[in-house]
């Protein structure tokens, strides 16, 4: 295997996808994107930062406009970012909350994991991207505490890979 195919590798095990077209949906590039790296043999330095341990928040910094798939796992992302965060502010002051909401490294990490979740339920049972982001939030709604519980995991999950 060469070395750009080693790399590409590196950063889905890094993301947790498996696929290029669900590297390049994490990343929010083009799916044809993964590709042409491995047809110039080179991946562009700032995706390659992520395997160096750096912020990937500039990678995933959302462009001026998105498509329809990025709005809908934003708006998923944003749901489940503020259910997580509100349930950790419940009896803290003001600025402990402030401090909670101005850390929002870990929206990223939901973001990419509602991408995946809509990837899922459009490929799995529905085909449309309004009645699949509809499902997911009645199943968010319905699980409750679990779907929260699952979404703090996410967000821990960025403190304990910058310890």
Do not use: C
């Not at 060469?2 to 993301?15: G, M, P, R, V």
């Not at 395997?51 to 990025?70: D, N, R």
């Amino acid at each position: 295997m060469d070395k750009t195919a080693n790399l590409i590798d590196e950063l889905k095990k890094k993301l947790g996808v498996e696929t290029d077209v669900d590297l390049a949906r994490a990343l929010t590039v083009d799916k044809s994107t993964v590709s042409s790296w491995r047809n110039r043999g080179n991946v562009p330095e700032r995706y390659l930062a992520i395997l160096k341990g750096e912020s990937h928040q500039t990678v995933l910094t959302p462009p001026i406009k998105w498509g329809q798939y990025e709005e809908f796992a934003f708006r998923l992302a944003l749901f489940r970012f503020a259910k997580a965060k509100g349930l950790a502010a419940q009896g803290t002051s003001y600025g402990e909350v402030y401090m909670q909401f101005n850390k929002h490294a870990g929206f990223w990490l939901l973001m990419r994991q509602a991408q995946k979740d809509l990837a899922l339920k459009i490929d799995d049972q529905t085909g449309v991207m309004d009645t699949a982001f509809a499902l997911l939030i009645h199943d968010d709604i319905e699980a409750g505490e679990a779907a929260t519980a699952r979404d703090l995991e996410i967000l821990n999950a960025l403190k304990i890979s910058q310890v």
